[in-house]
């Protein structure tokens, strides 16, 4: 009961705090209007992902967006660069043609996966297959010649359509229970025909492609109304594609029926060789403690099934219209205030290691680190990451923030410390006071995270605008705070699983060179 009445005291006197503070501070209400009455979050959003589209590391669309970003901050006044921290494959989706040309016509909804091999102008045309069901290895071995030319269907069969969620709503409930019963023993079914084959998913389509293969047809249902998670292939030489669950499903049912499906594929990607990778860096600069600084992140490469709207466009947005706000109402902050636009990040968080690792003056003076990522919803949590006085001055920062935005927003102080996830882990390892700025869902994880449907017209405007507002103040108040932040790091508990202490993550150099080896 005591610790309930001192969290309600406090929380009251944070309000009381809160509402002072934004009467009182011409700074943060600047802010607000220029976010409101002045915003480009639309026209830069336009910019980004309907006009330059995805941004795959290695691709040209990443680099015309990290020039794109550079001249964008120019034309604001703000001093840009971009900053080369390796290289990587480099590789231009073209246009992707899937038909079904026996026994009918229908063209299919599906698309190459990134750095898949292209086929010729003309394409290909064979029949397909499913992956070969074998009683062991060695049984394997001696039914791979039945994939020679032919196209090889090597995922699940997804027995449904329907998430889970919609058989909720309508199914009885002995009908939903038969349904997952069913699917999970395909499932197993399914796992035990890879498992004997005698290698794992990742090895087998190098393996279809040395046994002849014409190409590798795959399924990665994102368990949404048409939606599927769109990633990489493993193939060198043929073209790997994922269709989506309505044509895989026909197509597979054909093939298990004896139909002798014939698909003509046509990929006209292109391989462009070891290109250079990028992290864009706009700099305002401090008046009072130049060599300081506050850190707005946000990764800007994406996965390129969709434009990369929420994943991360998104958080993209909001960092960079947060420095504009900034440049605008506040254009002498008192530390030097970066906004960092990393590159492969889904690669293993590669551009912000990379900078990291290469900037330890930079990364020894931050003040903070505001980190967006996860989708399009407004702000609605922000883990103190075991930092043990980040209560102190995160919170000190929140009550300048407007109620309307900041009500939504739950703390945990002092947390545990984020080891993955996004670029905010790079910082915190290297000991830097890094804070994720986690947003609501929006369906993200189902509907828009690495997938076909990760577009423009997912983006909620209202939430994007609290987030800019949100991070513009964070930004201005952790610049003019009169006190370094500490990084004291809590003491970490006891991990039930191993029995032994948890340890801090520790920092980790990008990989500088990928897809290449």
Do not use: C
Request: proline residues 4%.
């Amino acid at each position: 009961m005591k610790n309930k009445l001192q969290l309600a005291f406090a929380s009251l006197a944070l309000a009381a705090t809160a509402s002072f503070a934004q009467q009182q501070d011409p700074i943060v209400e600047e802010i607000v209007t220029e976010a409101t009455e002045n915003s480009q979050l639309k026209k830069l959003g336009h910019e980004l992902l309907d006009v330059i589209g995805p941004r795959l590391v290695g691709s040209p669309q990443m680099e015309q967006a990290h020039d794109w970003a550079v001249k964008t901050y120019a034309d604001w006044g703000i001093s840009a660069e971009n900053q080369q921290w390796g290289t990587w494959k480099g590789w231009e989706r073209g246009i992707t043609h899937i038909d079904l040309v026996e026994p009918r016509l229908r063209t299919l909804e599906g698309r190459q996966l990134a750095w898949s091999p292209s086929t010729s102008k003309k394409g290909v045309t064979a029949e397909a297959v499913l992956l070969p069901k074998a009683k062991d290895s060695a049984d394997f071995q001696s039914k791979l010649s039945a994939v020679k030319g032919k196209f090889v269907l090597m995922s699940f069969n997804e027995p449904t359509g329907r998430p889970d969620y919609n058989w909720e709503e309508w199914a009885t409930d002995k009908s939903f229970d038969k349904m997952k019963k069913e699917r999970s023993a395909a499932e197993n079914a399914w796992r035990d025909r890879i498992r004997t084959t005698g290698y794992s998913s990742r090895e087998l389509p190098k393996i279809l492609e040395e046994a002849g293969a014409e190409g590798i047809i795959t399924l990665n249902w994102s368990s949404g109304f048409g939606v599927n998670k769109v990633f990489s292939a493993y193939t060198e030489d043929i073209p790997t594609v994922d269709l989506s669950l309505e044509d895989y499903g026909l197509v597979y049912r054909m093939a298990e029926s004896g139909d002798k499906p014939e698909l003509s594929i046509t990929a006209t990607s292109e391989d462009h060789g070891e290109v250079p990778t990028f992290n864009t860096i706009a700099t305002i600069e401090g008046s009072e403690k130049p060599e300081e600084y506050i850190v707005l992140s946000a990764h800007f490469d994406s996965w390129d099934g969709g434009t990369g709207a929420t994943d991360n466009g998104t958080g993209t947005l909001v960092m960079m219209e947060a420095m504009r706000i900034l440049k605008e109402v506040y254009p002498n902050p008192k530390r030097t205030i970066i906004a960092g636009h990393w590159g492969s990040e889904e690669q293993g968080l590669n551009g912000s290691r990379a900078f990291v690792k290469d900037h330890p003056e930079i990364v020894e003076n931050v003040q903070a680190v505001f980190n967006q990522d996860n989708g399009t919803g407004r702000v609605v949590n922000i883990s103190g990451n075991g930092l043990v006085q980040a209560y102190d001055y995160v919170g000190d920062w929140l009550s300048a923030v407007p109620d309307s935005i900041s009500r939504q927003i739950e703390t945990h102080f002092p947390g545990m410390p984020g080891r993955g996830g996004s670029d905010y882990a790079s910082f915190l390892a290297a000991g830097a006071p890094a804070f994720n700025l986690s947003s609501l869902s929006w369906s993200y994880w189902n509907y828009t995270w690495h997938t076909n449907r990760d577009t423009y017209d997912k983006i909620v405007w209202d939430d994007v605008q609290s987030n800019a507002i949100l991070a513009a103040i964070l930004a201005y108040k952790a610049s003019e705070d009169s006190d370094k932040t500490s990084r004291e790091q809590r003491v970490l508990p006891i991990n039930s699983r191993t029995g032994e202490q948890m340890t801090w993550p520790e920092p980790r150099d990008a990989t500088r060179r990928g897809g290449l080896d």
